[in-house]
């Protein structure tokens, strides 16, 4: 943990959540979530490796009723800043939307508040469009 926040505390938020992901803790990576900026990490150019944005889909998408605004934010905005054509993601990006997918739709048939069930299934028409293409 010392590790993450010395990423974090030198804005080197890739790492941070790189160290966080492969930690495979989903504690560690809401921490790293609840202390960065998100308009930041998102902003113009996404500060995030095509790598670490499936990674955080992929692990965000557990539990959804934990942490619930907070992971649909992320999840959102990792997913609007995926590169379909990357050569070195590509081939995993169906598999982690089709789980993703599989999440939201659990989520959704829990009758969650209004605010998250709007946005849960703003993303899943999102990722179906994706996995159409």
């Known amino acids: ?15 941070a959540f790189q160290i ?31 790598s670490c ?4 889909i992929q692990q ?4 959804l009723n934990k942490n619930t605004d907070l992971k649909l934010s992320y999840i959102r905005a990792a997913f609007l800043s995926l590169s379909p054509d990357c ?13 993703l997918l599989k999440q939201l739709n659990l989520f959704i048939q829990s009758n969650p508040p209004m605010k998250q069930l709007k946005e849960a299934k703003l993303i899943k028409m999102a990722v179906e469009s ?3 293409k």
């Open 1 to 15: 943990m010392n590790q993450i926040q010395l990423f974090i505390s030198r804005h080197n938020y890739n790492d």
């Open 20 to 50: 966080a992901l492969s930690a495979e803790n989903l504690a560690y990576v809401i921490h790293v979530c609840e202390r960065v900026d998100i308009q930041t990490l998102f902003g113009e150019e996404c500060l995030l490796q095509q």
């Open 53 to 56: 944005l499936l990674a955080l």
């Open 60 to 63: 965000l998408s557990l539990e």
């Open 87 to 99: 050569t070195a993601t590509k081939h995993f990006i169906p598999k982690v939307l089709k789980d």
């Open 130 to 132: 994706m996995l159409v």
